[in-house]
């Protein structure tokens, strides 16, 4: 529920996240040229239309951080039965939130070259049948999360989705530049959700993995925002790359940048990893570090900052950490 991370995540396509979100997504929004603007208004099938509606790409890097979690929350291999129940679950209820957001963001979606071929703003599926397919992935997620795993775990995946939808894309989105910071709490849930379907409880453990992907959320989503600066403005979405200069932009995305990294060592001894994760968390982190200052060098000069170089590298940043953190728990 990220990014676009968050509208991400995201487009967590954005993957990743996202897609989250995707928007986490996000990455619906590299559709470019003439070839691939033809094939995006190519009429789509009932399916597609309503898988499109889910964002799934968005879906796919929040599942690269539940799978690890689960991993962490077992100190080994986690139960088969509940590595399905929550992926399932999980799954569910991000596309519940994704397909609200799409549903609530079609006037913004129709006004953005990036998102106008996604299926609301295009009118190939109808408000009323968004909104019960949306409502009945909700109550199934919540369901089988809170039946076949635990309350706990239901009771998170509904807050998830309220996050989301009621946080984020109601409340925040159009009013705030600090949309994408507080609005990707709900792209962090997963975390909290994998570590309650295992253990039926929530510790300091989960808690710094919710608090590396808050701190990684605006360093990967606002160089998206860069690139698509004229697109939001003209949607009035008062992105922080909208409102502010691009070096107050450069200035916090580095702040965030270093922040994270910090997060994810701590994550060495409240967790007690090994070698494999503190040597990842470094050197992954160093290079996230990397890009981001050099966005704020390249702003500084004058130049194109390139943005979309940190955006891509921060959806392998958060692969590549939280696999660690799974390879790590086996070991």
């Known amino acids: 529920m990220r990014s676009e991370s968050l509208d991400t995540g995201s487009n967590s396509g954005s993957n990743s996240g996202s897609n989250a979100g995707s928007n986490a997504g996000s990455n619906a929004g590299f559709n470019s040229g003439a070839s691939k603007s033809r094939e995006s208004a190519a009429p789509r099938g009932l399916f597609a239309r309503y898988l499109a509606l889910t964002k799934p790409r968005i879906i796919e890097l929040l ?65 009323r049948s968004a909104v019960i397919f949306a409502s009945a992935l909700a109550l199934i997620s919540v369901l089988l999360l809170w039946m076949l795993a635990n309350p706990l775990t239901g009771i998170l995946a509904l807050v998830a989705i309220l996050l989301y939808v009621l946080g984020y894309t109601m409340v925040l989105k159009r009013r705030t530049a600090e949309n994408i910071v507080w609005g990707g709490a709900a792209g962090c849930m997963p975390v909290l959700i994998g570590w309650a379907a295992v253990t039926n409880s929530l510790s300091w453990a989960p808690v710094v993995l919710f608090l590396i992907i808050f701190f990684w959320t605006p360093p990967h989503y606002w160089p998206l925002a860069i690139k698509y600066k004229e697109e939001y403005a003209a949607a009035s979405v008062p992105m922080l790359p909208v409102i502010a200069t691009m070096e107050n932009v450069a200035r916090r995305i580095v702040i965030y940048a270093w922040v994270m990294v910090a997060v994810s060592l701590a994550l060495i001894p409240v967790a007690g990893m090994h070698w494999l994760y503190s040597a990842a968390s470094v050197i992954l982190g160093g290079m996230f570090l990397y890009e981001s200052h050099a966005i704020a060098h390249r702003v500084k000069r004058g130049v194109d900052p390139k943005p979309m170089r ?19 728990a086996l070991l």
């Open 310 to 328: 940190l955006f891509h590298g921060s959806i392998s940043y958060l692969s590549l950490l939280f696999l660690a953190v799974a390879i790590d």
């Open 63 to 127: 599942l690269v951080t539940t799978v690890p979690t689960l991993f962490l929350a077992s100190k080994g291999w986690p139960s088969l039965s509940i590595t399905v129940i929550t992926l399932v679950g999980g799954t569910f209820a991000a596309a519940s939130a994704n397909s609200y957001n799409s549903i609530i963001d079609r006037d913004i979606d129709a006004l953005m070259e990036r998102t106008m071929h996604r299926p609301m703003p295009r009118g190939e599926i109808s408000v």
